[in-house]
């Protein structure tokens, strides 16, 4: 059997099918005329939509409303999204808001996309819109802060926090930008403060001890610093920054040998994180692209990330649920991984999806010799020897 990178790599080679004639003219086509369409949804300005009448949402959200109420794109977008298809989502988002200007759900949804897609400013252009036409709904903006923090303006950022926060309290996310806000403005105490209030809602926040440890150690304070910085990689042990941090705290207090080892790790996760986000934003741009999902598979292979590996795992399978092959590389990848559990239920669906193929159950009997389950190992080695046979 080959090596499951190994064998990663050429099932990527080979993930798109090709076929000769009409049928390839056809898919061709309708590819490049897929790619018009996406650009001409991304290259939109959203400051050219229409507007609507003044006051034309004020009581907008009083009474329940009706499905018969809700434009039809929405639902559109809605399917895109659950697909993860932030281009076709945003297109049909244009459609309800060139028919129904200012839509509010409409603008939300778009300013939330356009954050996902790096546009901070645009985002903020759909989020400020939304919240002039309704004004009331202010507590569901928290988006529109992170688009002023990105961008960095950090005193309004604050302040939009502040107001989210007057309506919802409990915004916890909306507490660590606060927090976050704060920092950069210099207000360390404040932002200290702020974050305790975040961890005390969410103790298993590990943004929020990754800040605080960061904040305790330029403050210098750097006992207090490593054992904050220990919980954030204690829950996230695959988030690069805590392990930079862990590093610079380890080395402060002359403990040299586990310092450099920390940097080590933080160098080998930074390069896997990098790669990710790069994956990860032509996913937002070309969805379905099997081949860039087995990248990200095998990135977080890399790490040593189980439930993300499961993650990534599960979104190329959705692609080809009946892709025996796949289903064989999701079984290597786990055992890679030694996860135990994962690699038990990637052999049940490897049974039932590649009931009657051989090479199925050649691969199922070595996986249940591997756990010297003699039983199984009998059965798949039968199974596979009758399917060969035909």
């Known amino acids: 059997m080959l090596p499951w990178s190994v064998a990663l790599m050429l099932f ?57 109420d809700v434009p039809n794109g929405m639902q559109a977008a809605r399917n895109a999204l659950i697909d993860q298809d932030l281009p076709t989502a945003l297109g049909a988002l244009y459609g309800v808001l060139d028919a129904e200007p200012d839509y509010p759900p409409a603008l939300h949804q778009m300013g939330v996309i356009y954050f996902k897609l790096q546009r901070y400013s645009d985002a903020s252009e759909v989020l400020e819109r939304f919240t002039r036409q309704v004004p009331q709904r202010i507590g569901d903006t928290r988006t529109l802060g992170h688009c002023y923090y990105t961008l960095g303006d950090y005193a309004k950022a604050k302040g939009h926090y502040e107001r989210v926060l007057a309506v919802a309290p409990n915004e916890i996310e909306a507490v660590r930008g606060l ?98 986000r790069s994956l990860e934003a032509r996913l937002e741009f070309r969805p379905h692209q099997l081949p860039l999902l087995l990248q990200i598979v095998e990135q977080h292979r890399k790490s040593g990330d189980v439930a993300r590996t499961r993650t990534a795992l599960a979104r190329a399978l959705a692609e080809r649920p009946t892709d025996i092959q796949l289903r064989i590389l999701a079984l290597d990848v786990l055992e890679d991984l030694h996860d135990a559990e ?49």
């Not at 080979?14 to 898919?27: I, L």
């Not at 086509?29 to 959203?46: C, N, S």
């Not at 204690?234 to 590093?247: Q, S």
């Open 342 to 390: 994962g690699a038990r239920v990637a052999a049940k669906s490897l049974e039932s999806v590649g009931v009657d193929e051989a090479s199925a159950w050649k691969r199922l009997e070595a996986y249940y010799a591997r756990l010297k389950d003699l039983p199984n190992q009998l059965r798949a080695g039968e199974r596979f020897r009758r399917l060969s046979a035909q």
């Open 179 to 276: 927090a976050l806000s704060h920092m950069r403005l210099g207000d360390s105490a404040k932002a200290l403060e702020l974050l305790a209030r975040v961890i005390e809602a969410d103790p298993k926040h590990g943004d929020a001890w990754g800040w605080q440890a960061q904040i305790l150690f330029d403050l210098g304070r750097t006992d207090e610093a490593l054992a904050a910085v220990v919980k954030a990689r204690d829950l996230d042990p695959y988030e690069a920054r805590c392990w930079f941090l862990l590093g610079r705290a380890l080395l402060e207090l002359g403990k040299e040998e586990e310092g450099r080892a920390a940097h080590a790790r933080f160098n080998e996760l930074q390069a896997i994180t990098q790669e990710l």
């Open 12 to 68: 990527a080679a080979a993930a798109t099918p090709t076929s000769d004639g009409r049928a390839q003219d056809v898919r061709t086509t309708e590819r490049i005329e897929q790619k018009a369409q996406r650009r001409a949804v991304l290259t939109r300005d959203p400051r050219e939509l229409p507007r609507a009448p003044e006051g034309r949402w004020k009581a907008f959200g009083e009474a329940p409303i009706r499905p018969e």
